[in-house]
Each structure stands twice: as structure tokens, then as C-alpha cells.
């Protein structure tokens, strides 16, 4: 028998085969087995999540075995010790997602897997590998920034004001409509009278009104001008038991636009006004909220759902709200609310879990500016107070750092902060004052002497004060300070009272006047008003206290009138000890206003007014305003309703001297609930222009440009750059006055030119003052981030814990490159985002977590020493056909 290797050796072949004709070829190992290898007995899910909670590293090369060595070896180990954790991270996710676990059990797997995605990106960041990339988030050929800044625009447009063809008549014109509009310029200022009985007999629609208008401005020689808007009318979806049902568009709905130009400031002024009222409330099961303004006395002008007499706006605030808890208005009419979030909105993501937002809404219910706190982990806000100046104060607690890098005693606790705005809406400074237990802040107040005041609880000594057990109460004092007009205003803490019982004590509601201070709490299951003396250093020295009673409930506000404390919220106790009774209890939960002597004494000239029918009424929400108490929340809800059945919200007008129900209204909301959280209330607040949808005040055309006022980036944040050309890692850090212009230029200089940031700008399409022409103004700006042409790209690789700026700014961790590269690259997408909060998350997070157990399973075959050699394509190359043509001729010749 010839050797096919002898005969290859005669025509310069090569051969695989060990053995003569029909032998077996002996295949040679050339990657090591993988742990999920079919031949490797898997670990049980029990084992992986036992190992998972012990504490130990969930990454570790030290526990991996390779059958094989080879120059991937590295590699190989990285890979496979990432699968181990990833496993484990799956197993914590698979018994989130079990049923009938505990708080406490799903709190333990929270956290494991918190830490778990933190290792597991850490380790990304330092591992270097040789034969793939392989890299916390995606492989892009291109990224953009979620966060954005708003572009300049001197164009409003209003809410829908008409309903029907652009030739009707329009309802919001009829009647006696005045207003004025001033124009700011260079030469001097224009006002411009606007009264439509001028146009007599003329019928107001649309067209005839904004052209009387604009006939005013042309007169007036401003460029500033009036328009109509047609707002897209979209197909409604109602459900019919378990049908969806698709309904077709409505009639057209129309707007007022002004169009404006950047050297005009335009700001309109009502000829007559009376005061508004605002509502924010939590609306339908979805969780929305929306803002309801009132004006007593007002009759019905609107065919919206759930529209009730006083009501004379209504506006959605932004998805993502979870909660708002205070509100205010400012000395500009506007409305200050402050938010807690989930989500950020679809310019301005947050960094953690959830953050506080501050808005700030013009009068015609649009939100005009947005200022997220930048917490790293989660924040709460809790109150919030506008000063004389137009200064923000927003209050309330945070879990991690929020100065870069800083997460204070225990970063599992909260602490109490407070943050200081100026009247655009710029942080002025931001102080965190925090306990060794956990603590938050619960009231804000601007003193008379010009510091801020804050109150809250804590579970153990706030420093420089001693605790008296349990929760306590506290009141401390800030005084800013700069050294010279241009310098930074910096804060220090200045005074500070702790006070309580040994049960747990606390403070709902804080105000001052002059030189004393008041708050108003629940302490050790009673309720409790304090007066303090405040000194020349803002430190609060008891002066007298009261207690109330068994407070079965708690305090919405406090307030000082004409030397009379008076305070109001909601209480089960139809005996509360304050004198003289206006109403008496009604049953359930009523809400409660109280008026008392300011020194606390207790007097003939007490009153006391319950306010709510025979099931449960809360006061979410209190303000008092020349002498009248305003109040809103949950109306007369049955005695143990379920959190499903339906809610109606109120507000009424109350005396508090005599207990008088001066003006009340009631309502509902989307899907039969409504849950009023707060209130705020505008002197002149309301006005015609409300039905024309336009604000009071100076229409804003511009807002800050700085990262750190437009996105929830703090100074101090960044993020690491790393080229794909030198491998080399660079920091990229978010400065104080840090805009898109100069980050991009820092990426580009960190990556060593292997990638190219743009900015982009995403348009307004409207429609134009002719009814036709396609114009376009307002939008946003983001970063446009891709690899320069013939480049290797770069890795975005996050910052450190508590300082990472690429959350902040809405970029995922990964590779932007070329799709062909020299490395074949893999993306591990976990984000830190994953929730384990309900089986549905759980679900969702063991989904992303095999998704990435893929990624390092297809890194594993692109290691394979074959995968970059051809594919058979069913047909013999032309050298093996040569090869095999000269066999058969030796064979002829030998055989003859």
C-alpha cells in the first residue's frame, strides 16, 4: 500500500494524517474547555447564589482552570472568571424575580447586586486583553449624549387656546381681553396696549386678532410678532373591557406663537389680575402629575376632562416624576416645584437611582427650567422656599456622594442637604450635614437676617449637638459668605438645636419671623409647637414649647399672622387641645386648622377648625396668604378604601379666626384618582392672559450653557477615554463652568485624536406665521461622538463610584470604533441601572445578565484559533484540485 505522505513528499505536499490509508486523524486541542462547556458538570443555582451572598469577590482568576496553555491563556482566564461572577449575578437575579420574598430578603439582593456591577465594571477598567476587546457596555460605531442644552429661541408657543377651523371665532377672545406688552431694547422700552373691543364689531378669530396685533407692534417699530400655531391632532386610544380601541383624530387644536428676535426682551402685563392658586397632584394609576391653577370665582371655560368652576389651567409635568412634595411661588409669579425622580427626562438623565429636580413653571403651567441635583446614588426632596431676592432654597436628604467622590458617614444612610439657588436658577452652593445614623431635612426657611434656616430629623447627634434618643428633632442655621464679588459664595454652618424626647420626634413644618423661629412635628406620638430665639450667629435657643395633644396624624404648615401662630394638617383626634372649637370633628381623618398665642401660652383667643366629612380627609398641603388659610388634599375618602379605589382631590379657603369655608371646589382625576401633594399660591397671579395661554413676566429666550446648571453633572465628575490606537487611559473631568464646546474638545484630545466630537443640534419643526412655511427654533444640542476616519477609535470607560460622568451625561460605557477593527470587540452591556425592586425588574436583569454572558461566550469562539481562517464553501480550492490531479497521475505511472 503507498503512503499518502510519501507521495506528498514527492510533490511537495503536506499531510494531517499520523497513519496509513483509512486512519483516524488525532484532532489537537487549541482552546481550553469552557466552564459551560456541555462536558463540564454546571454548578446548581442554589450553590452559585450561596456563593454570590457570601461576600467574597465574584470575579476571580485564582478559581479559574485551563485544560490548555497557549499564548491566550490571559484571556482565557479573564473570560472565564467573568462568566463565574456573571453567574453568580444571574442567580441573585433569578430569586429576585421568585415570589413571596421579604423586603429585607430583596433589599439583601439589591445590594449584592449593586456591588456585583460595580466589581464587574472595575474589573473591565483594569483587565487587559491580548487576542479580543472586551468592554463594559456596547461597541458603537457612533454615540450621542442623552444630556442637552437647551438652544437660545426667541419663540413661545402657547397651550391649545381653540379647537375647530382657523375661521371660527374664537372663545378666549370674546369679552373684555386687555393686556400689555412690553419690549426691552437698546434704544428704550415700547409698551404696547393690547385691547380687543378696539376691533368692534370685527368677529375675533385667529387670523383678525393676531393681525390687530401685529398691527400694534409694527406701529410700536418692534420687530417682535404674533402668530397662530396648528398643533398636531393624534388619533386617541381607549380600551373597551379587554379591546383597544383606536379613535381618529380630533379637530384641528390651534396655538398663539410669538415670534421674537434675540435683541428684544418681550414680557406681557395683565390690566387687571387676581390671585391663582396652584396644585400639583398625582393623577390615574400610570403615576403622572400635573399642575390644576385656580382662580376663585372663575367660571368653567374649558371642555377638558375632569375641568371644574375656579379651574383655569392644567399641565403635565414631565415623565419620570415620582412625587412632589413642596412647592412655592416666586416674586415673579412663577411656580418653584421641587421633584423627586426615577428617571430623568429625555435631555437631562440622572446618575443614580433616583434624584431631585428643581422646576421652575412660567404662569401659563410650562416648565421654563430644569436643575437636577446630581446625586450619585438617590435624593429625596422635601421642601423647598423662595426668598424676597428670587433665591431658591431646596431641602430634603441624600444616600451616597453628591460632592464627587464623597458619600458621607455611611453611604447606605442618608444625610440631610440643602441647596441654595439663585433666581435663574444657578446653584449657588450646596451643604451636607449628616449624622452617623441617618438623618434628613424636612423644612427650609430664608430668616430675616438673610441665612437659611433648615429642620429635620436624626437618628443620632447632628455634629455640634447632642442627641436625645430615637429620631429627634433639629434646627440648623447657614450664613453664606464671599470674599469679594467675583469669588464663589461658599456656606458654613452657623447654629444648631437638637431637641426631642426619647421616642421618636420630628419637625413637619418650620417658619420664621424677625428674630424667632417656629416649627410644628410630631414627638414621641404627640403634637409639639417650638418657639426659639435666634441670635447675632443665627444659633436657635429654645423659648417655649406647646404640645397639642395625641397627634393621630401630622402638620402640613405653620405660619405667623398678625402675632398669631397658625398652623394646619390632618389628625384623628376630635379633641386637640387648643381652646375654643369653630367645627368640630367630623369622623375618620379630618384637616385641622389651628390659630395660638405667638408665645405659645396658652389663651381665650385659641381657635381650632376641623375641616372634612365622616370618612378620611388629608391636608397634603398648606399655605396662608393675608390672613386665609388655603388647604388641599385627599376629600372625605372612606374609612379603609383600598390604595385602588377612587380619590377626589380638593381645595378650599378657610378663616381661620372663625372657621369660615370661604371658597371650596372638589374634582377627580384620570381613572377616578387624584391625590393632591402641594400648594402655591400667586399674588396676581391670574388673569385674561391665562386663557389666551400666555405667562405673566419676561419670556424667557436663553438658559445656561454650563454643564453642571443644564444636566445633573457636578464639577468634579469624570469618565476615562482610552485609545484604541496606544491603549493609553486618560481622565476625563467635568469643570465648574464645563459647556458641550469644551468637553468635546476634551474627548477628542484624551482619545489622541481617534475620535471626533460634533455637536449636534435637534430642531423644532413649527409651522410659520403664514400658516405654511416650515421654520425652526428652540431644540437642543448634544454631543455627536464617532471614530476619526482610519482611526481604532477609543474605550468610554466610567468614573469612579460617586463621581461618574458619563451617566450624567447619557453615554453608555463602551467601544466607538471602526465595526472592522484589528480586535473583534465585545460589549458587556450591564448597565448600573439594573433593578431587582419587583419579579418583573428581576426578569428584565437576569435577561441583560445572559445577554452578557453571551458576549464573553461569542469573545471565547473569536479566540479560536481557526475562526479567522476561510469557511468551506462546498467546493475544493484550486491548489487541492492541482494536489489531487498530480495523485492520480503517480498513481497511473506506479500502477501502470
Known sequence: MINNSYLLGLYGGTSTFSGGLGSTPTAVKKQPTAPWSTSVKPQSQSDLLRAALSGRRLVNEGNTTLDVKNASAGDYRKIFAMYQGLSMLEAVADRAGQKNLTALERSQLTTRM?????????????????????????????????????????????????????????????????????????????????????????????????????????????ETRMGREQLPSEPRVIKSGDKTITLPAGPDKWALN?????????????????????????????????????????????????????????????????????????????????????????????????????MKLDSAGKVVLSRALGAASKASGYAIAVGADGRVAVAGSVTGALVPGAA??????????????????????????????????????????????????????????LGSGGWDGYVQAFSENQIHSLAPITASATGINQFGTAGDDSVQAMTTVGDKLYTAGVENGRMVVRQFQVDATGSPTLLSSRDLGHASGEVAGISVVNGQVVLAGTTRNGALDIG?????????????????????SASANDRLTYYGGAGDDTAADVKIVDGK??????????????????????????????????????????????????????????????????????????????????????????????????????????????????????????????????????????????????????????????????????????????????????????????????????????PKSLSLKDAEAAKAATSTIQLAIKALRDAYKALDPDSSKPKPTGQAPAYLKAQLANYQAALARLTG
Open 408 to 465: 458621607g458617614a455611611d453611604a447606605n444612610l442618608a444625610d440631610s442637604f440643602v441647596t441654595v439657588f439663585d433666581a435663574k436658577g444657578v446653584e449657588q452652593w450646596t451643604q451636607r450635614r449628616g449624622a452617623k445614623a441617618a438623618d434628613e431635612a424636612t423644612a427650609v426657611s430664608f430668616g430675616a437676617d438673610g441665612r437659611v434656616y433648615v429642620a429635620g430629623r436624626s437618628q443620632s447627634s447632628m455634629p455640634g449637638a
Open 580 to 600: 375654643q372649637v369653630n367645627k368640630a370633628h367630623s369622623g375618620g381623618t379630618d384637616a385641622f386648622v389651628a390659630v395660638i398665642n405667638s408665645d405659645l
Open 629 to 830: 388659610v388655603w388647604l388641599t388634599g385627599i376629600s372625605d375618602r372612606a374609612v379603609g378604601a383600598k390604595a385602588e379605589d377612587p380619590t377626589s382631590g380638593y381645595l378650599a379657603r378657610l378663616n381661620p379666626t372663625t372657621g369660615a369655608v370661604e371658597w371650596s371646589q372638589t374634582w377627580t382625576g384620570a381613572d377616578r384618582q387624584a391625590a393632591p401633594t402641594t400648594i402655591a399660591v400667586a399674588s396676581g397671579g391670574a388673569s385674561v392672559l391665562d386663557r389666551l395661554g400666555l405667562p405673566q413676566g419676561e419670556i424667557p429666550q436663553s438658559d445656561s450653557k454650563q454643564l453642571v446648571d443644564a444636566t445633573s453633572l457636578r464639577a468634579g465628575d469624570r469618565f476615562y477615554v482610552t485609545s484604541g490606537t496606544t491603549g493609553r487611559s486618560v481622565a476625563v473631568t467635568i469643570d465648574a463652568k464645563e459647556t458641550l464646546q469644551t468637553l468635546a474638545r476634551k474627548i477628542e484630545t484624551a482619545s489622541g485624536r481617534t475620535l471626533k466630537v460634533t455637536i449636534k443640534t435637534d430642531k423644532d419643526h413649527v409651522t410659520g406665521l403664514d400658516g405654511d412655511t416650515k421654520i425652526t427654533a428652540g431644540g437642543v444640542q448634544r454631543l455627536s461622538i464617532t471614530y476619526a476616519d482610519g482611526r481604532e477609535g477609543a474605550v468610554l470607560r466610567a468614573g469612579e463610584a460617586g463621581r461618574d460622568a458619563l451617566a450624567g451625561l447619557g453615554l453608555t460605557p463602551g467601544y466607538i470604533g471602526p465595526s472592522k477593527s484589528e480586535l473583534k470587540t465585545f460589549g458587556v452591556d450591564l
Open 114 to 222: 449593586d456591588a456585583g456591577l460595580a466589581e464587574i465594571a472595575a474589573y473591565l477598567g483594569e483587565a487587559k486583553f491580548d487576542g479580543v476587546r472586551i468592554v463594559q457596555g456596547k461597541s458603537e460605531t457612533k454615540a450621542q449624549t442623552g444630556a442637552a442644552v437647551p438652544r437660545d429661541t426667541a419663540k413661545y408657543v402657547t397651550g391649545a387656546i381653540h379647537t375647530g377651523a382657523v375661521t371660527d371665532e374664537v372663545a378666549a377672545f370674546q369679552g373684555d381681553v386687555k393686556f400689555n406688552i412690553t419690549i426691552k431694547r437698546a434704544g428704550g422700552d415700547k409698551v404696547v396696549a393690547v385691547d380687543l373691543t378696539e376691533m368692534g364689531s370685527e368677529p375675533r378669530t385667529l387670523q383678525s386678532v393676531t393681525a390687530f396685533i401685529n398691527g400694534k407692534l409694527e406701529a410700536a417699530g418692534v
Open 258 to 358: 410669538l415670534q421674537g428676535v434675540s435683541y428684544e426682551k418681550v414680557s406681557f402685563t395683565p390690566v387687571t389680575s387676581s390671585d391663582a392658586v396652584y396644585v400639583v397632584q398625582g393623577v390615574g394609576k400610570s403615576g403622572g402629575h400635573e399642575v390644576l391653577k385656580f382662580q376663585e370665582g372663575a367660571g368653567q371655560t374649558s371642555g377638558q376632562a375632569f375641568w371644574v368652576d375656579g379651574q383655569i389651567g392644567q399641565s403635565g409635568l414631565p415623565d419620570g416624576v415620582e412625587t412632589v412634595r413642596a412647592s412655592a411661588t416666586g416674586p415673579d409669579g412663577s411656580m418653584w416645584i421641587v421633584a423627586d425622580i426615577s428617571a430623568g427626562t429625555s435631555t437631562q438623565p440622572i446618575k443614580g437611582q433616583g434624584d431631585v429636580v428643581l
